[in-house]
């Protein structure tokens, strides 16, 4: 049997608890409020150690002073006793599992560890908005014209065979996403599947010019070679057979823009990408 707790020890001990649960409580919604405010790197840093200090000082201290841990032997009694007998043994088992006469205590390690939610919640909260379908578009829409940055509609004549471009729809290079290549190649080396010839009207193909590996800029063209190249990981695409990577890290081909020649000799877009831009991400295949 277990040698029963002082009372005095227990008081001090129960404070230290209390004490320690409240600053942890404390600590972990100044946290977040903080971090809703504007946040503050260092004072993060303060309260954060205080939220979880405070939880195992508060902890330690419950199970080091207001636990019996000591082992002392005393003469065994018969057994049985009667309904009194039974109940004063579940009050001794209650008492020296150290919870009762502790709801207090109970109620203040409940709500520091609101306050850990609290702070656990900034992680969560710094994720910001879910990109929804953002992945799977661009701002390339059915009737938009390839063109420069900030400049006028590119047409045949200002894109010379093993010529290469970049454009944007109307020009408005806002959404980096759109950024495209034009590349004009001799229509007979190409080797397209039907529904992708199409668009590539007088030999001028557009693809994406996000690298599908890391989402760099495929900024390099060998027009002796017809490859396109990502000077950031040396991921190669062959512009001949649909932008398919022959060469480095990236694993998809570079998306290829629906377009067609409008009678003024400009190009316009068909619609967006038929396939996500940039890196892969785990539901490429499905924007639901």
């Given at each position: 049997m277990t040698r029963p707790l002082d009372p005095t020890d227990e008081r001090r001990a129960e404070r230290i608890v209390l004490a320690a649960f409240a600053i942890s409580?404390?600590?972990g919604i100044s946290l977040l409020v903080l971090y809703i405010l504007g946040g503050q790197t260092q004072l993060e840093g303060v309260l954060l150690m205080l939220c979880l200090g405070g939880i195992g000082v508060g902890i330690v201290v419950w199970g080091k002073r207001l636990i019996p841990a000591g082992i002392h032997i005393e003469a065994r009694h018969p057994i049985g006793g009667g309904q009194q007998a039974t109940e004063d043994l579940a009050e001794a088992i209650t008492e020296e599992a150290g919870f009762?006469?502790?709801?207090l205590l109970i109620g203040a390690l409940a709500g520091t560890l609101a306050g850990l939610a609290a702070a656990l919640a900034i992680p969560v909260l710094s994720l910001g908005p879910a990109p929804g379908k953002a992945l799977f578009q661009t701002s390339w829409k059915q009737g938009a014209k390839l063109a420069l940055r900030g400049g006028a509609?590119?047409?045949?004549?200002?894109?010379?065979?093993?010529?290469?471009?970049t454009v944007f729809p109307d020009g408005d290079a806002t959404d980096?996403?759109?950024?495209?290549?034009?590349?004009?190649?001799?229509p007979a080396l190409l080797?397209?599947?039907p529904d992708h010839l199409a668009w590539a009207p007088g030999g001028i193909v557009a693809y994406s010019k996000v690298c599908t590996h890391a989402g760099c800029p495929v900024g390099l063209y060998r027009s002796a070679q017809h490859t396109l190249i990502c000077p950031c990981h040396q991921s190669e695409f062959d512009v001949l057979?649909?932008?398919k990577p022959i060469n480095g890290p990236a694993a998809r081909p570079l998306p290829q823009l629906p377009i067609r020649m409008a009678a003024d000799g400009t190009f316009v877009a068909l619609g967006d990408f038929p396939d996500p831009v940039g890196p892969s991400f785990w539901n490429i295949t499905h924007d639901d």
């Open positions: 409580f404390l600590a009762s006469r502790r709801k509609p590119v047409k045949l004549d200002d894109l010379p065979l093993g010529g290469v471009l980096p996403n759109s950024a495209t290549l034009m590349i004009r190649v001799d080797q397209l599947d057979v649909g932008a």
